[in-house]
């Protein structure tokens, strides 16, 4: 009975629930070690969004750390979760740092072992493709609303065989809806050195006529702001397939 008033007037912890999410959503062999510290759930009785908070989360992949953010904050409208919108009305994600490993023996490799690629099957296309976008709907924002995404002091490490660098920045992105119409402006400032390069992106999509338009406003780019080239060979290998 404590449990209906407790969820509309104090803070819940839904740390267990993040935890338990991520680990089923990778393979077991991977052996994910998720952490978080703080975390909250609040319904905010008498206001427009419900908020969750979650601090000091920590992620690792064998032992190997792939994540660390300081601090997530996000607000879902209730209006457009009782419609069934649950696209969050304000996301800011701070001090996120990722480390993206491609030495063989780190945490990509891991999970290309732990998951090996197969050959996919060509999906079926619809009759009508402009539906698969309104199937869509519910991970957008509800018709008049909005999504705000911020991503504040971002860094993400390269390590690489024989080289290491690293990307830093923020990200700021707006969804609008109007109707069947989804606007998008995202602007970016990343890079290598202490002064970042800015950039912005404009998208206008049609969710019932799938047509997309969208427009790139990139700054020149200077050699100053790319990473240093190691020296001696420095192995890569792939594969490209294209069909029609």
Known sequence: ???????????????????????????????????????????RLGQDSA????????????????????????????????????????????????????????AIASLQAAAPMKPAAPPALPSSPPLALLGLAPAFPAPGKETQVRVEALQVDYVMPQLKWSVRGGIDLKLTRTGDD????????????????????????????????????????????LPPLPTGALPLQGSLALSA
Not at 12 to 17: D, E, M, Q, V
Not at 87 to 105: E, I, K, N, Q, Y
Not at 206 to 220: A, D, Y
């Open 182 to 225: 989804l606007h998008v402006v995202s602007s970016a400032n990343l890079g290598t050195t202490d002064r970042p390069t800015g950039g912005e992106i404009k998208a206008d999509v049609g969710l019932r006529t799938g047509r997309i338009g969208f427009s790139i406003k990139l700054p020149e780019l200077r050699t100053a702001d």
């Open 1 to 43: 009975v404590l449990l209906v008033p407790a969820f509309f007037w104090l803070p819940l912890p839904i740390g267990c629930a993040i935890k338990l999410g991520a680990e089923r959503a990778l393979p077991p062999d991977l052996r994910l070690q998720a952490r978080v510290p703080s975390d909250t759930f609040r319904w």
């Open 51 to 106: 908020r969750v908070e979650i601090e000091r989360l920590t992620a690792k992949l064998k032992n190997q750390p792939v994540a660390a953010i300081e601090r997530i904050a996000i607000e879902v409208d209730k209006s457009a979760a009782w419609q069934g919108y649950y696209a969050p009305s304000r996301l800011v994600v701070t001090a996120p740092r990722f480390t993206v490993d491609l030495t063989p023996g780190g």
